[in-house]
């Protein structure tokens, strides 16, 4: 029975391979609206009904000009070679900058040069080139990002008007139905598959907000960013993450969630979001029983965080949290996702299980901890996701939680540590924060081992403690 704050959701993290990229500057934001759901001059028109083979490829013809393929450059600085002695006589002595070349897919949300893509496919970019359908190169600009979604805003200058894509209804998707992917797998070009939804609301330990669209329609590495259509030519997806070693599974961000945040990324360059201030658990089938529910559903609150706004509405430890402004809580996953939407200062209305009897508070969200600051070149702060620091070499995810830093996702797995753990001393030292966690890994060498003390909620609601040793990357 694993306990979660609103502003951090655990996942399982197993032999998952996120397509890489990386990242760019931000320049001043601009005015007009996004175009999302609504056909307009120069937005793809749905079409309705199962689409034969001639109208399939008629839709697709239709659709491409509005994906494009995006490479990204960055610069590392690589140890020096032993062949420099034989070439300038002496051995090296300082790093060699070298070039990294990163693919991957977008696509055209607004006429005047908009693109949504994936954040890890312009993560850390010095250079960010777009290709359109026609051949054409354009320079693209990275006006917004939200890792925790792992999705980013990009804008090309004088690009003309271009052909946008229309936004579906995610939560209209049903497991069975027909989706096509195109991309730019390995780097080849704009490509299609064409599969079925495999399912629904899928948590792969990829970041707090897991809540991913599975489909068979083949994604390769370079297809991150790009869009998934449903059969009326409407993106219900962003394609995502594969797994590694499973032919025919692959991830897409459901388009819901690009539509909750797409504004925030073009006003501001980030997202803020809202805080309950709850721990919260699954629902088991016993605890179910319990409570008289006639099956496992809901959130249940497991402790209020003192003057949080959870308190100041009257919530309590032992609630159930059945729905959030009328969008019903069916697992526990679904409550930070649907408290997360809403901007801090939102009044949200929550039903919730009480003693067998059903209940309503409204509570004013806080900001959530943690939300990303502006991306480069907006005044990023140093304390923000942006923040130097060898603990992102380890590739962990991290955020403050109440007592410690918790673990909120892995690139990659470290033996003993897992997604949720509460990381509450490194070396000895105690990490209240993820600031305090950070220093202390900055005084470390790449190759060390920092030895973690974590704190972990085991299923029949006990604490324990454990160390456990996290190399730093080389």
Do not use: W
């Not at 509405?313 to 996702?337: K, T």
């Not at 942006?386 to 939680?401: E, F, Q």
């Amino acid at each position: 029975m694993r306990r979660h704050t609103t502003s951090i959701i655990p996942s399982s993290v197993l032999a998952l391979a996120l397509l890489s990229g990386c990242g760019g500057t931000a320049p001043p934001t601009p005015e007009a609206p996004i175009p999302a759901t609504d056909t307009e001059v120069g937005t793809v028109s749905p079409v309705a009904g199962e689409p034969t083979a001639s109208e399939l490829a008629d839709l697709v013809e239709q659709l491409s000009p509005s994906v494009v393929n995006i490479t990204t450059v960055i610069t590392t600085a690589s140890g020096p070679s032993p062949l420099d002695f034989f070439f300038n006589g002496r051995p090296g002595s300082s790093p060699t900058p070298r070039q990294r070349r990163g693919a991957g897919t977008g696509f055209v949300i607004d006429p005047e040069g908009y693109v949504v893509t994936n954040a890890h496919v312009v993560e850390d970019a010095e250079t960010v080139l777009i290709r359109l359908y026609d051949d054409r190169q354009m320079q693209g600009r990275v006006i917004g990002r939200d890792r925790k979604l792992d999705l980013a805003l990009l804008k090309m200058d004088d690009a003309g008007p271009l052909r946008a894509v229309a936004l579906g209804d995610s939560t209209a998707l049903r497991v069975g139905e027909t989706v096509i992917a195109v991309g730019n797998p390995f780097g080849l070009g704009h490509t299609v598959t064409t599969g079925i939804v495999s399912a629904k609301a899928r948590s792969i330990g990829a970041g707090p907000y897991d809540d991913f669209i599975q489909t068979d329609a083949s994604i390769n590495p370079g297809n991150s960013g790009g869009p998934l259509f449903n059969r009326r030519g409407e993106v219900v997806g962003i394609n995502t993450a594969i797994r590694a070693g499973a032919d025919g599974i692959g991830f897409a961000i459901p388009v819901d969630a690009l539509k909750d945040i797409v504004g925030q990324l073009r006003d501001k360059g980030f997202v803020e979001r809202g805080k309950l201030g709850i721990e919260y658990q699954a629902v088991s089938v016993e605890l179910a029983a319990a409570l008289g529910l006639d099956r496992p559903r809901g959130a249940m609150v497991a402790d209020v965080i003192e003057g949080s706004p959870a308190a100041q509405a009257g919530l309590r430890s032992g609630d159930v949290i059945l729905a959030i402004e009328n969008n019903p809580i069916r697992r526990a996953e679904d409550l930070p996702r649907n408290v997360a939407r809403h901007a801090p200062g939102s009044k949200i209305r929550i039903r919730f299980l009480r003693g067998g009897e059903e209940g309503e508070a409204v509570a004013e969200l806080a900001k959530l901890e943690g939300s990303e600051g502006p991306p480069s070149g907006r005044d990023a702060s140093p304390d923000g996701d942006d923040a130097d620091g060898k603990a992102h070499l380890m590739g962990i995810k991290l955020d403050d939680a109440k007592g410690g830093v918790r673990v909120e996702g892995m690139k990659r797995p470290y033996k003993g540590l897992f997604v949720g753990d509460l990381i509450v001393a490194v070396n000895g030292t105690a990490t209240p924060n993820r600031k305090a966690l950070e220093a202390v890994i900055a005084e470390m060498k790449p190759g060390d081992v920092a030895m973690f003390k974590v704190r972990r909620d085991d299923p029949r609601g006990g604490r324990h403690h454990r160390f456990v040793g996290v190399p730093l990357a080389e």
